[in-house]
């Protein structure tokens, strides 16, 4: 069984910044790709950004430029860097992981509010 712990979600103003960390533990096989993705009351989840093992990113297009995803692979976490928070970025944040096997593992929820 794997595990995933996220954590530094919270409040902050319009303009600010937020690192999301997301550690995973247990029955690590291979993590494959790492991700977060966010879901607003009333909408759907929705990718924010993803990275694989070699580095590779994907992000999107509403966070492009402000939001990073760096992983540390031999702690097996995944970070998200929010840089020029606005309040639409205002959500309940998930991480997911991919292992190599295929099995798919999220986190629990880290909620992040940005007031304007």
């Known amino acids: 069984q794997v595990q995933l712990v996220e954590s530094g979600g919270g409040l902050v103003q319009a303009g600010g910044s937020l690192r999301l960390s997301c550690a995973a533990s247990?029955?690590?096989?291979?993590?494959?790709?790492m991700g977060w993705y966010r879901q607003a009351p009333g909408k759907q989840r929705e990718l924010v950004a993803i990275?694989?093992?070699?580095?590779?990113?994907i992000y999107a297009d509403s966070v492009k430029g402000r939001f990073t995803i760096p992983r540390d692979n031999v702690k097996n976490t995944v970070y998200l860097q929010m840089n020029s928070l606005k309040p639409e970025d205002t959500a309940v944040y998930y991480c997911?992981?991919?292992?190599?096997?295929?099995?798919?593992?999220w986190g629990q929820g880290t909620q992040v509010t940005v007031s304007s």
């Open positions: 247990g029955s690590i096989f291979r993590i494959n790709t």
């Open positions: 990275i694989t093992t070699g580095g590779s990113t």
């Open positions: 997911r992981i991919i292992e190599s096997n295929g099995n798919i593992y």
